[in-house]
């Protein structure tokens, strides 16, 4: 059994390919339909080119991810819209369908995945690795989105501002022009996950999110949010020094903010999880390339990118359990298996709804 797991999980490489050339890439559900990973490789080579969009270089350690996946394969990556949001992604691809400019593939968060979900818009596509990530039958078991890694939302801020210890310290005037959100809630997961943070932290549920809307409305009038969608180049250059994101960015801003003498903090209210998931896309100019990207992002050697990028994998548990994950990895995510909990897609579709009216009224528009 231990050497089956070591064959499932194994590192995507270039084998002997028995796929026909007329295999369509457009329609394969698993790699075995297209020749195996070898039968992707060689026709990701001919179309030779992957269009990934909304992948900022710092996030889940992207970076990394991009210049594996070129190294392996040899193709170019063209990246559009680093600092896009999920939903971005989608009109991207609906705006440029038929054209050799639309994404090949998706990084979504859950709420908009799932709202894709049987649309003809997202490819099912099984990748080898399937049975071992986790909450991937939960997501869908058709594997039109797969759950790719995960994360714990939180608050990070410069050392500049002291430390804050309770969320009402946000409140204080030395904060004021200083506190972003990522993103809008009513297209950004990781802003939607930001406002369940907050609303958990004062005791709200999942089903009712006014308590966190309240608060940032209290924010908004003190002065202290700004309509900011807050980036590394945000960041650095101090324009928002409170950033609500998820921690895995914050992880990596601490790192960054080292290397130059400066400190970058952390404050968690409560534990909310966020976690993304991949996606082909049904249009996909370059399908072959499209599910390679998938068959290697998780895999062990993506999983380690994304490990040592401060996110966990959600093949992590698998490889903690059958020891084969890197001590790299282990040592920048930690040996725990427990997620923070999150909300369904059903409880961010209702807070969703809320916040058409809500989101506006608390906090204005950008």
Not at 80 to 89: F, L, T, V, Y
Request: charged share 15%; proline share 4%; net charge positive.
């Amino acid at each position: 059994m231990a050497a089956a797991l070591v064959v499932a999980l194994a590192i995507p490489v270039v084998q002997s390919s028995s796929a026909s050339a007329a295999t369509d890439y457009s329609k394969i559900t698993s790699a075995s339909q297209g020749g195996g990973i070898g039968g992707l490789a060689a026709a990701c080579k001919k179309e030779g080119q992957l269009n990934v969009i909304a992948l900022p270089l710092y996030w889940a350690n992207y970076g990394d991810m991009i210049k594996g996946f070129k190294a392996a394969y040899g193709v170019k990556v063209d990246e559009a819209n680093p600092e896009g949001s999920s939903q971005e992604e989608i009109d991207a691809a609906v705006t440029n369908k038929g054209t050799n400019r639309s994404p090949d593939v998706f990084d979504l968060g859950l709420a908009v995945a799932v709202k894709y979900l049987n649309t003809s818009t997202l490819a099912p596509y099984k990748v080898k690795n399937w049975n071992y990530l986790q909450f991937a039958a939960s997501v869908d078991p058709t594997a039109q989105a797969t759950p790719n890694y995960t994360g714990t939302m939180t608050i990070g801020y410069s050392g500049d501002l002291g430390t804050i210890t309770k969320l009402d310290d946000l409140l204080d005037p030395k904060f004021k022009g200083k506190i972003a959100l990522n993103g809008d809630p009513q297209g950004s997961s990781a802003a939607m996950n930001g406002i369940f943070m907050i609303n958990k932290a004062l005791g709200g549920t999942f089903d009712d999110v006014s308590k966190g809307v309240a608060f940032f409305a209290k924010l908004k009038a003190a002065g202290n949010f700004i309509n900011v969608n807050p980036t590394e180049a945000t960041i650095a250059s101090g324009q928002t020094p409170v950033v609500i994101d998820n921690g895995y960015i914050q992880a990596g801003v601490i790192k960054q903010f080292a290397t130059i003498g400066k400190v970058w903090k952390m404050f968690t209210p409560a534990a909310v999880g966020s976690t993304y998931n991949s996606a082909v896309s049904a249009w996909a100019p370059h399908p072959a390339c499209a599910r390679l990207w998938m068959e290697y992002t998780l895999s062990e050697a993506g999983a380690e990118i994304w490990a040592k990028g401060g996110a966990t994998p959600t093949l992590w548990i698998q490889m903690l359990k059958t020891k084969r994950a890197s001590a790299a990895g282990i040592a920048s995510i930690g040996k725990s298996k427990i997620i923070a909990e999150k909300a369904s897609s059903d409880q961010t579709a209702k807070a969703r709804l809320y916040l058409k009216t809500a989101w506006p009224a608390a906090v204005g528009t950008a």
